[in-house]
Structures are given as C-alpha cells and as structure tokens.
C-alpha cells in the first residue's frame, strides 16, 4: 500500500515536499516515482528513481525545479518542489513501479491514492 501526503495550497514561487510511505511490503527493489494529473488531462509522469536512487527521470516541464529522492530505510519517496507554478496545480500519485527502473505509467504497477496541490497565481 502506497499513501501519499504533503499536498496542499501554496503560492507560486512558493516550495512544497511530497511523500510518499509505503506499507505491507518493501519496494526498495523497485522504481519508485510520482505522477499527477490535472483537471481535465491525461496523467502524465513527473519523475522517477531507480531502485537504488542511481537514475531519474524528470518531465521537461519540471527540470530544474522538482528534486525525486527516496530513503530505502524508511520506504518511503519524496518529491521536492521548488519554484512551483499555477500549472503545476494537479492531483499528485506515487507508485510503485514492477521493476528496478520505469519512466511511463506503463511501467508502474501499484498506485497510491492522490494528493492534491494547488498553487495559487
């Protein structure tokens, strides 16, 4: 089981970190990564990590901006978001990918319940 928490109402330029605990199982043999979708779009991959935190993938449009890291220990992930936009305002799940590495909702087979985060103009 997958929960994901940390969202919220901040304002643009403001910074936001999101987590994600998993429970009843590890997933520190797996990808990890988070996801979100807005009203009315496709959901779409925000970034992932590989298994051991060795490789990640970030949308274009949140390079430079979001940080994915993840603490094996604890199987627990994060998202560190910083300078966030109006556009990043969506409903915001982790999971848990079906192997080491993935960067498509394809490759990922366990999905938490959302957060949501609203950035304010």
């Known amino acids: 089981q997958l929960q994901a928490y940390g969202g919220g109402l901040v304002q643009a330029g403001g910074s936001l970190r999101l987590s994600c605990a998993a429970s009843g199982r590890t997933f520190s043999s797996y990808g990890m990564g988070w996801f979100r979708q807005a009203p009315g779009k496709e959901r779409e991959s925000v970034a992932t990590?590989?298994?051991?935190?060795?490789?990640?993938y970030y949308a274009d449009s949140v390079k430079g901006r979001f940080t994915i890291s993840r603490d094996n220990a604890k199987n627990t992930v994060y998202l560190q978001m910083n300078r966030l936009k109006p556009e990043d305002t969506a409903v915001y799940y982790c999971?848990?990918?079906?192997?080491?590495?993935?960067?498509?909702?394809?490759?990922?087979?366990?999905w938490g319940q959302g957060t949501v985060l609203t950035v304010s103009s």
């Open positions: 999971a848990a990918g079906m192997t080491s590495w993935g960067t498509t909702a394809a490759d990922f087979g366990s």
């Open positions: 990590i590989s298994w051991s935190g060795g490789r990640t």
